[in-house]
């Protein structure tokens, strides 16, 4: 079946690092890939989306690109700030479901 | 362009208590409607998702339930909460294979 795993978190850094959360996938077909953050207290933003092979998605200085070589979709940042701690999840939708990964803390200090 | 509510923001209820979030969508029509559940430190759980009025599919057994009164309206009732039905609740929409866009979400805790 379809499936998203997820890197557990917490992932912890200091403002400016490099940030990597690892998604990967299982699924039949062609599915499009999704990152969603999700700030404290509040509902789940679209962060950025890729729908086929090889495209990246950005948005806030957050990429992805969509490998379907390695089935991952690789959620990266080059300089994280404080206002970037949140829940980030991992999503894939195939005509037939929805399916999201388990969710990553990231806390950025100061 | 197309907006979600969710209400209300908060919400605390003894054990025992009915319950009934609401969720409006504006500026589409017949969009897919869902019920998620984050409970405390997990990630998301589909409760009930919804391609039409009337149509309402579960996918988890629960003492809750969920109605669809109208194109745009989706509901989610308990007639007797449990403590384990504490949790984040969001209602989300989508239309077709584009990605769900989310309400604010409902804190409920169950006392």
């Known amino acids: 079946g379809n499936s998203v795993t997820q890197m557990e978190g917490p992932v912890t850094l200091s403002e400016e690092a490099f940030l990597t959360i690892n998604c990967t996938y299982t699924?039949?077909?062609?599915?499009?890939l999704f990152w969603y953050v999700q700030y404290p207290g509040e509902g789940l933003q679209l962060l950025l989306k890729a729908t086929k092979a090889d495209d990246k998605g950005s948005n806030k200085g957050f990429e992805a690109t969509y490998r379907k070589e390695t089935t991952s979709f690789h959620l990266e940042k080059g300089s994280v700030q404080v206002s970037d701690s949140a829940v980030y999840f991992c999503a894939l939708i195939t005509r037939e479901e929805l399916i999201f990964g388990t969710g990553t803390r990231l806390q950025v200090f100061p | 362009s197309q907006t979600i509510h969710q209400w209300p923001a908060t919400l605390v209820q003894p054990v025992g208590s009915p319950l009934s979030l609401e969720c409006t969508v504006e500026g589409t029509s017949n969009p897919n409607l869902y019920w998620y559940r984050q409970a405390a430190g997990r990630g998301l759980q589909l409760l009930f998702y919804?391609?039409?009025?009337?149509?309402i599919s579960s996918e988890v057994p629960q003492n809750l339930s969920a109605s669809r009164p109208q194109d745009r309206q989706f509901i989610l009732s308990s007639k007797k909460l449990l403590l384990s039905d504490s949790g984040f609740y969001l209602c989300a929409w989508s239309g077709g294979n584009s990605p769900l866009h989310f309400g604010n979400g409902t804190r409920l805790t169950v006392t």
């Open positions: 919804s391609v039409g009025i009337g149509q």
């Open positions: 699924a039949t077909g062609y599915p499009s």
